[in-house]
């Protein structure tokens, strides 16, 4: 398009002027083209997916499964054996013998010399539960001699009080910490199931009784956890009532301890831990959870969740060896503590030659160039599981006891009061720790309101 301004009618002063003009006119322009790339940018990003990111698996899309061939209905069998379904009960309750005593194609008497066994299986059934109530009868007997009233003894465990046994509420907490089952479902399923009326409020009064003895298993544990060697520690938000707190879990192989705070700072780990400071901690990479041990493992399962999302945002350069190299470290980690200790140090000092000529890599994709700089500041922490074999190299244990909250929070939607929430932590901190020694969550939480510890004081 030709200007049909005249240049040469300017003078000096107009001329710059009109230069001023269209500077400022390009810099806007230039402002604008800036900001509609980054807008198409953001558009043509890839979308976070559990594959790439640290969303969970319920957040993502999962595609239909094809049709295997040739089945055409139910499985018959596990793979690699026939079907026959599950082994014979070692011993069973009562044993059924059925033995022809003619021949049904001419009515021959049949003797026991006759007969082969031809089949052997178990029918099972589960007995029909009714509540045992025990009607105690006490009496008080009034002296003759000196007119005191004695109260009659009652055996252990009918004395007067709640009607409910230690049994009952041990199964109430056992659904409902660990199963997710709410208050109403919950007098709902032990009304049907074994004819036991019990209400909602009688529930919820059932189980502040014995929050008590929850606190004292979960202070037995958080006395051990301050002397704890290794920590692995992750978090996760909840609702008590209406507002957003976050459930902080601290575990290792001998212990675990869950509390709830409105907080999701650091200061959480610095009440919790008292002062005491480990010697190796690992976790994620968030700020929070950053320097508080001597000694730090990265968790390596997000960092390969991070190298394939900038892979698919195309970098070509950095993130696909990075993700290679973090596969390889991933595979050591699988068997690293049965590895001898120059073997850990051979295979770490070749990771560390080949993080090398990684880091000289110069990306130009933006997630490149970010993954390299966080690398730049923390590749030390990336291969501490083969200096200290007591570390995993992922914080896979610590998301595995986090997701029994986020089942629960997503069927109840959270919780109504503080001490609610204070009991489902220290529940859970009793069962996750009983685990780890074998006890079964119903039995850790029976033992519990029993006043048996799970973690023997010391």
Same mark, same amino acid.
């Given at each position: %398009?030709?200007?049909?301004?005249?240049?040469?009618?300017?003078?000096?002063?107009?001329?710059?002027?009109?230069?001023?003009?269209?500077?400022?006119?390009?810099?806007?322009?230039?402002?604008?083209?800036?900001?509609?790339?980054?807008?198409?940018?953001?558009?043509?990003?890839?979308?976070?997916?559990?594959?790439?990111?640290?969303?969970?698996?319920?957040?993502?899309?999962?595609?239909?499964?094809?049709?295997?061939?040739?089945?055409?209905?139910?499985?018959? *069998?596990?793979? #690699?054996?026939?079907?026959?379904?599950?082994?014979?009960?070692?011993?069973?309750?009562?044993? /059924?013998?059925?033995?022809?005593?003619?021949?049904?194609?001419?009515?021959?008497?049949?003797?026991?010399?006759?007969? @082969?066994?031809?089949?052997?299986?178990?029918?099972?059934?589960?007995?029909?539960?009714?509540?045992?109530?025990?009607?105690?009868?006490?009496?008080? $007997?009034?002296?003759?001699?000196?007119?005191?009233?004695?109260?009659?003894?009652?055996?252990?465990?009918?004395?007067?009080?709640?009607?409910?046994?230690? #049994?009952?509420?041990?199964?109430? %907490?056992?659904?409902?910490?660990? &199963?997710?089952?709410?208050?109403?479902?919950?007098?709902?399923? !032990?009304?049907?199931?074994?004819?036991?009326?019990?209400?909602?409020?009688?529930?919820?009064?059932?189980?502040?009784? *014995?929050?008590?003895?929850?606190?004292?298993?979960?202070?037995?544990?958080?006395?051990?956890?301050?002397?704890?060697? /290794?920590?692995?520690?992750?978090?996760?938000? /909840?609702?008590?009532? *209406?507002?957003? &707190?976050?459930?902080?879990?601290?575990?290792?192989?001998?212990?675990?301890?869950?509390?709830?705070?409105?907080? @999701?700072?650091?200061?959480?780990?610095?009440?919790?831990?008292?002062? &005491?400071?480990?010697?190796?901690?690992?976790?994620?990479?968030?700020?929070?959870?950053? $320097?508080?041990?001597?000694?730090?493992?990265?968790?390596?399962?997000?960092? !390969?969740?991070?190298?394939?999302?900038?892979?698919?945002?195309?970098?070509?350069?950095?993130?696909?060896? %990075?993700?290679?190299?973090?596969?390889?470290?991933?595979?050591?980690?699988?068997? &690293? @503590?049965?590895?001898?200790?120059?073997?850990?140090?051979?295979?770490?000092?070749?990771?560390?030659?080949?993080?090398?000529?990684?880091?000289?890599?110069?990306?130009?994709?933006?997630?490149?160039?970010?993954?390299?700089?966080?690398?730049?500041?923390?590749?030390?922490?990336?291969?501490?599981?083969?200096?200290?074999?007591?570390?995993?190299?992922?914080?896979?244990?610590?998301?595995?006891?986090?997701?029994? %909250?986020?089942?629960?929070?997503? /069927?109840?939607? *959270?919780?109504?009061?503080?001490?609610?929430?204070?009991?489902?932590?220290?529940?859970?901190?009793?069962?996750?720790?009983?685990?780890?020694?074998?006890?079964?969550?119903?039995?850790?939480?029976?033992?519990?309101?029993?006043?048996?510890?799970?973690?023997?004081?010391?």
């Amino acid at each position: %398009m030709t200007s049909t301004l005249d240049l040469t009618a300017l003078s000096p002063a107009e001329k710059d002027a009109l230069i001023l003009t269209l500077s400022a006119r390009l810099d806007a322009a230039l402002r604008l083209i800036a900001e509609l790339q980054a807008r198409i940018d953001d558009l043509a990003r890839p979308g976070k997916t559990p594959d790439n990111s640290s969303l969970p698996p319920s957040k993502g899309q999962k595609p239909n499964q094809p049709q295997k061939p040739g089945r055409t209905g139910p499985r018959t *069998g596990s793979l #690699g054996r026939k079907g026959g379904g599950r082994a014979l009960t070692a011993d069973p309750d009562e044993t /059924v013998i059925a033995q022809p005593a003619r021949c049904r194609h001419c009515q021959a008497a049949l003797t026991p010399a006759d007969q @082969r066994l031809q089949a052997r299986y178990d029918k099972i059934d589960l007995p029909q539960v009714r509540p045992i109530v025990t009607r105690v009868e006490r009496y008080a $007997g009034q002296c003759r001699c000196c007119g005191s009233i004695t109260l009659a003894a009652v055996p252990e465990g009918l004395e007067p009080g709640t009607p409910f046994s230690i #049994g009952i509420v041990a199964l109430a %907490m056992y659904l409902r910490f660990v &199963h997710a089952i709410s208050y109403k479902r919950l007098s709902r399923l !032990l009304l049907d199931l074994y004819g036991l009326s019990i209400s909602e409020g009688a529930l919820d009064a059932a189980f502040l009784r *014995g929050k008590p003895y929850f606190d004292a298993d979960t202070a037995a544990i958080l006395a051990r956890l301050r002397r704890a060697r /290794v920590i692995c520690s992750d978090e996760t938000s /909840v609702r008590i009532s *209406g507002r957003t &707190h976050w459930n902080w879990v601290f575990q290792n192989d001998d212990l675990v301890i869950h509390v709830i705070r409105p907080s @999701r700072g650091a200061g959480v780990v610095a009440e919790v831990l008292d002062g &005491h400071r480990p010697a190796l901690w690992v976790s994620d990479l968030y700020s929070a959870q950053q $320097g508080h041990a001597d000694t730090w493992q990265i968790c390596l399962a997000h960092q !390969l969740r991070d190298c394939q999302y900038a892979i698919e945002a195309s970098d070509t350069v950095f993130a696909p060896r %990075m993700k290679a190299l973090l596969l390889r470290a991933a595979v050591l980690a699988r068997r &690293h @503590r049965t590895l001898a200790e120059s073997t850990r140090r051979a295979y770490r000092a070749r990771l560390e030659r080949d993080l090398n000529a990684i880091m000289v890599l110069a990306p130009t994709q933006r997630d490149g160039r970010r993954l390299r700089q966080r690398y730049g500041k923390l590749r030390e922490h990336l291969f501490t599981f083969l200096t200290h074999p007591q570390v995993t190299a992922d914080n896979n244990s610590s998301e595995r006891e986090l997701r029994p %909250m986020a089942t629960y929070r997503k /069927v109840t939607g *959270g919780f109504r009061s503080g001490w609610g929430a204070d009991l489902y932590a220290a529940a859970r901190s009793v069962v996750g720790t009983a685990k780890r020694r074998g006890v079964d969550a119903y039995a850790a939480i029976r033992q519990t309101l029993q006043g048996q510890a799970a973690i023997v004081p010391g």
